[in-house]
């Protein structure tokens, strides 16, 4: 969910710049120019935050997400359809990573390696279908309804995330249990 919302965003901003809002192919162009600076500057400034509060980031990123694209569905200029870009880059920013944060506390450090490849591999599905998405919404909806169904996938990761990260096992705190090998951190 949170890789289909950045690739629907970054895939068809332009298009519906272009085709919504009538801007030129030069100003059409800026938008994902300005979702995928936002990403790269959010990514950068995020990768502080402590996986203890990744539930939080997953919360408040999908719901920033979400926003920010009912925003872009709803928006009658381009500076407006910016303003959503903005918002829904920063909210898609810190998903990925914290995702990652979270296995990375959960799984054994010997099994790490295997668990970022199955999160990445699933994680890219998204990214592949996300566009397909927008275009099958899209096509029934126009690009408008399209921009609604992309914030209903942020919205959804923002209620999933509670009782998928209970599900899961995460707490958000480290715990330790004493093995006879020493202290084993989970």
């Given at each position: 969910?949170a890789?289909?919302?950045?690739n629907?965003?970054q895939?068809?901003s332009?298009?519906f710049?272009?085709d919504e809002?009538h801007a030129?192919?030069g100003l ?11 990403v790269?500057?959010?990514?950068f400034?995020?990768?502080a ?10 919360v ?5 997400a ?9 928006a009658?200029?381009?500076?407006v ?12 920013a810190v ?8 296995m990375?506390r959960?799984?054994?450090?010997s099994?790490?390696g295997?668990?970022?490849s199955?999160?990445t591999t699933?994680s ?7 566009p397909?998405y927008v ?7 126009g690009?408008r309804?399209?921009m ?5 996938l942020?919205?959804?990761?923002c209620l999933?995330?509670?009782p998928?990260l ?5 707490t958000g705190?480290?715990s ?11």
């Amino acid at each position: 969910m949170a890789f289909a919302s950045e690739n629907a965003h970054q895939s068809w901003s332009a298009v519906f710049a272009q085709d919504e809002l009538h801007a030129g192919s030069g100003l059409s162009s800026v938008a994902p120019a300005v979702f995928a600076g936002t990403v790269a500057i959010t990514r950068f400034a995020a990768g502080a935050l402590k996986a203890t509060h990744a539930q939080s980031v997953i919360v408040v990123g999908s719901l920033a997400a979400a926003c920010g694209t009912l925003t872009i569905a709803a928006a009658p200029t381009l500076s407006v359809v910016i303003l959503g870009l903005v918002t829904a880059g920063a909210g898609t920013a810190v998903l990925f990573p914290a995702l990652l944060g979270i296995m990375s506390r959960n799984v054994k450090e010997s099994h790490r390696g295997r668990a970022t490849s199955v999160i990445t591999t699933i994680s890219y599905l998204g990214f592949l279908l996300g566009p397909v998405y927008v275009g099958l919404w899209a096509e029934a909806t126009g690009l408008r309804g399209a921009m609604t169904a992309v914030a209903a996938l942020a919205a959804a990761l923002c209620l999933l995330a509670a009782p998928l990260l209970r599900l899961s096992g995460f707490t958000g705190h480290r715990s330790c249990r004493r093995h006879a090998n020493g202290i084993e951190r989970h």
